[in-house]
């Protein structure tokens, strides 16, 4: 008891005494504090604050010394008369306990931005994608050739490349804004010799997964039609089809008809026609850049469960009136470039066939009789014309903000015509014909903020209508009595309208994040006709709003990571899509690199096959509604190792992608009843890719090992089986010789075969390897000050007998006979051209 009594009497007197410490600085603390000063050392003044206030400081007397104050100010508290006073030096205040710290703040280094763009030395045209080093680390220029970072270097030295020019000195620079001009290694088709400059590869490929980047100007020198030099380019890349050349569509890595999409200056392109590999849907002239992505691609590119090919127009020529003109034995193409003002230009492209490109030939086909094959030979007579334009107006201001509209408008038509006795009692008569009508247009304005920050803007709209009509009737030889008359007429129409909103965040020099959202509508009209049944105006609109956000992320200097998520909602189903994406490289050293992709991509439109009566393919196009026809949707990933010097490249990447939700309608009574089925489909493989570039030549070999295999509802087994797209084994190799002003050129596509629909296959036809050599030669020359060229190549050399990929027919004339028809693949073509340059 008497021991608790003594612990109370302790604690009061600890109590009395910590409140005679504490009251008189609470008290100080609580009362107001005036400061009158001018010029008067801050050391000093906060002494006057101290004595006034009772409060207890903590500093160093030299560095506050020399920060002088003037202030006429009466304040609440201590507290904040300390702070008020050193806020405007770099001196901060930490309170511990009842003392005030006040301790100078860590200098921020400053920021230096870097911005500008990289150009044509000759025409001023920007130059997209370029690739920079800055201070060792590696950038890229944006879609308008433009960059823009902030780094704590006051200078810093940069060089810069892209594909067909000469790589530029290491530039030093200080901060602002710069033009970096870099000088095409071929203007027109002149070789521009600078010496001791190395000229940037004529494609890159294995700095990321699943991209390629290609020169367009190596394409010119290939064989070939020059209409057609992009796609004859694409060809020879891995992991794009050349066997069986479709005429129809690009196929990449496995995926199925419209499963890829080709953009030209931000508007689709949906129809890719090259009858015998004449005319592309693409004109090359007007073309500056292409960027292939085959799959495993980042956040920022959605709407196909397969491949994209992005193609950038050029802007013109802002500085000179330039004229180009080839001329060929099929067609006549002509590119005219006007400056307008000071920063714009008006680009305007035509091409045209001026005859039929096609001359009547004989072709053996099989007719079946029972289970008798028997070759017959029958005439066919075809036609063929086509027509495009494209129109482009763009202006650059003075920041680099990039304004343009782009313009394209395309027809070609082709059909056929047969009239042949088939044997001796039976004569077919047949025409067949197919009219495409396609438009584009875009309107974009890209702008270049203060900070480094990048806008841009796009508006766009892509449409094709198509037309099909077919007839043919089977007549008795001997009584002329009509045994068979069939017609069919089909109609399809597609359209996208998209208004886009993008923006990229410089947050340093080794990062930046990136997003956007979109509104894309997307419309389809299927119109089917015949004499036993009629389907009419079957229309379908599907609308969606997507958006997506990625970060790009420099780790040191070996780690590159690019995360990223896009979402879509569908407003035909009420549902949101989600598609998680990262690529990614491990980097070893400037010249070796382990590149990764994977990610979720969904497809809303879908190019629907159609198996006939007769067992044939024909395709359209129709909206996914996610009922009779479901979104499809893809898992893909990608990995592989790339070795690249200044003169050699080596790509190695193997590729996996699962396609779910596959539409096939099925108008056949052998598969079932006639419906639209739901299937899946696998593909995977690997591609290889080796370059050597040698003196001013050129030499590469790509192959790639691939399988793809499909399961649909209808078939009997729920097994796997070999997709019509199924190839196991393609070779490709290219060598371009420069001997300026001459230039020589070869190249080879040796393919295992595309699987043959089941009825070609019971006609005995069965699954061929596809082999197609190709050479050409042109020489450059100069006349009265006008650049010029002309040239010669040759489509299969050795003529070699090849089929078409999914160009077959099957004509019926009775229980058991039929006549089976097949597109024969490019046969020996000889060209002959002629380019000016004005």
């Known amino acids: 008891m008497l021991f608790q009594k003594s612990m109370q009497k302790i604690q009061i007197r600890v109590f009395i005494l910590s409140f ?81 710290l006040i301790i100078a703040k860590e200098k921020e280094p400053p920021k230096y931005r870097y911005s500008g763009f990289v150009r044509d030395k000759r025409t001023g045209e920007t130059l997209p994608y370029s690739h920079l080093v800055i201070n060792g680390s590696k950038s890229i220029s944006d879609l308008n050739g433009g960059f823009s970072f902030i780094t704590e270097n006051e200078q ?141 691609y980042n956040a920022k590119y959605g709407g196909r469960a397969g491949g994209i090919i992005n193609i950038a127009g050029i802007n013109g020529n802002n500085r000179d009136f330039s004229l180009q003109t080839n001329i060929n034995n099929f067609t006549v193409n002509s590119l005219v470039e006007i400056p307008l003002f000071k920063k714009s230009a008006l680009t305007m492209a035509l091409r045209h066939t ?46 680099g903000n990039l304004f343009y509209i782009s313009l394209f408008g395309a027809g070609d038509k082709f059909s056929y015509k047969i009239n042949e006795e088939i044997n001796t009692q039976r004569n077919l008569e047949k025409s067949s014909e197919e009219n495409n009508q396609q438009i584009g247009i875009s309107l974009y304005y890209g702008k270049n903020w203060k ?37 069919y007429s089909t109609g399809n129409n597609i359209s996208e309208l998209k208004a886009s909103f993008e923006h990229k965040i410089a947050i340093g020099k080794n990062h930046s994040l990136e997003f956007a959202a979109a509104l894309v509508s997307n419309s389809t009209a299927l119109t089917y006709d015949s004499t036993e049944i009629r389907i009419t105006n079957i229309e379908s609109n599907s609308a969606r709003l997507n958006t997506y956000i990625q970060d790009h992320i420099k780790i ?27 690529t990614g490289s491990l980097i070893a050293n400037e010249k070796l690199r382990l590149n990764f992709g994977l990610g979720k991509y969904y ?94 030549h050129s030499a590469w070999v790509s192959y790639t090992l691939g399988q793809t295999l499909e399961r649909f509802d209808y078939f009997l087994k729920p097994l796997y089986r070999r997709a019509i797209n199924d190839q196991r084994h393609e070779v ?44 050409s030669g042109s020489f450059a020359f100069e006349l009265k000050n006008i650049d010029m060229e002309a040239g010669i190549s040759i489509l299969n050399l050795f003529n070699t007998e090849n089929i078409k990929y999914s160009n077959f027919e099957r004509i019926t004339y009775g229980q058991d006979n039929s006549v089976n028809l097949f597109t024969e693949a490019v046969p020996f073509t000889p060209t002959i051209n002629f380019k000016i340059f004005l």
Request: proline letters at 4%.
């Open 556 to 582: 040191g200097e070996h780690i590159e990571i690019t995360p990223g998520f896009r979402i879509n909602y569908a407003a035909a189903v009420n549902k949101l899509f989600g598609e998680p994406r990262i």
């Open 156 to 296: 810093i030295d940069l060089r810069a490349s892209h594909l067909g020019y000469y790589i530029t000195d290491t530039l030093s620079l200080h901060p602002g804004s710069h033009e970096i001009w870099l000088e095409p290694s071929v203007m027109g088709l002149e070789m521009v010799i600078i010496s001791d400059k190395t000229i940037e590869k004529s494609s890159q490929i294995g700095q990321k997964a699943g991209v390629m980047r290609l020169n367009k100007m190596i394409g010119f020198h290939l064989p070939g039609n020059s209409d057609n030099s992009i796609f004859n380019l694409l060809r020879l890349q891995p992991g794009i089809l050349a066997s069986g050349e479709s005429s129809n569509d690009v196929l990449i890595r496995g995926a199925y008809e419209g499963q890829s999409k080709v953009v030209f200056d931000g508007f689709p392109v949906f129809g890719v026609k090259n009858y015998n590999d004449n005319i592309g849907a693409v004109n090359p002239l007007i073309t500056k850049d292409i960027e292939v992505l085959k799959s495993g």
């Open 20 to 100: 005679a410490i504490l009251f008189p600085s609470l008290f100080t603390m609580a009362q107001e504090i005036s400061v009158s000063v001018e010029n008067q050392p801050l050391n000093s003044v906060l002494i006057q604050v101290r004595d006034s206030s009772g409060v207890q400081l903590s500093f160093d007397d030299d560095l506050l010394s020399t920060f002088l104050v003037t202030k006429n100010q009466t304040y609440n508290t201590a507290e904040e008369a300390i702070i008020d006073l050193v806020k405007d030096f770099p001196l901060g205040v930490e309170k511990r306990g009842y003392v005030f």
């Open 354 to 399: 001026y005859y039929n490109l096609y001359n009547p030939e004989t072709h053996s086909i099989t007719r079946n009789s029972g289970n008798n094959e028997i070759p017959v030979d029958i005439k066919v007579i075809p036609s063929y014309t086509f027509r495009d334009a494209n129109i482009k107006y763009s202006t650059q201001g003075k920041n």
């Open 603 to 696: 497809q809303y439109i879908s190019k629907t096959a159609m198996i006939d009566e007769n067992g044939q393919l024909r395709y359209f196009w129709i909206t996914c509604d996610n009922n009779a026809i479901p979104i499809i949707n893809s898992n893909q990933f990608v990995f592989g190792p790339s070795f690249s010097t200044p003169d050699f490249q080596f790509s190695a990447e193997f590729f996996y992608t699962k396609i779910n939700n596959i539409s096939r309608f099925i108008r056949n009574s052998e598969y079932s009843q006639e419906d639209i089925y739901k299937g899946e489909a696998y593909t995977m493989g690997l591609d290889l890719y080796v370059r050597k570039d040698f003196s001013k």
């Open 732 to 775: 490709k190799a290219a060598l371009l010789l420069n001997f300026n002003p001459w230039y020589i050129s070869g190249n080879y596509v040796f393919g295992s075969g595309v699987k043959l629909p089941v009825y070609i296959e019971n006609a005995g036809l069965y699954e061929k390897p596809y082999s197609r050599l190709d050479i």
């Open 451 to 487: 900070q480094g920050n990048r806008s841009s803007f796009l508006l766009s709209l892509g449409t094709l209508s198509t037309i099909w009509n077919e007839l043919y009737t089977i007549t008795n030889s001997n009584t002329y009595d009509t045994l068979i008359n069939r017609h």
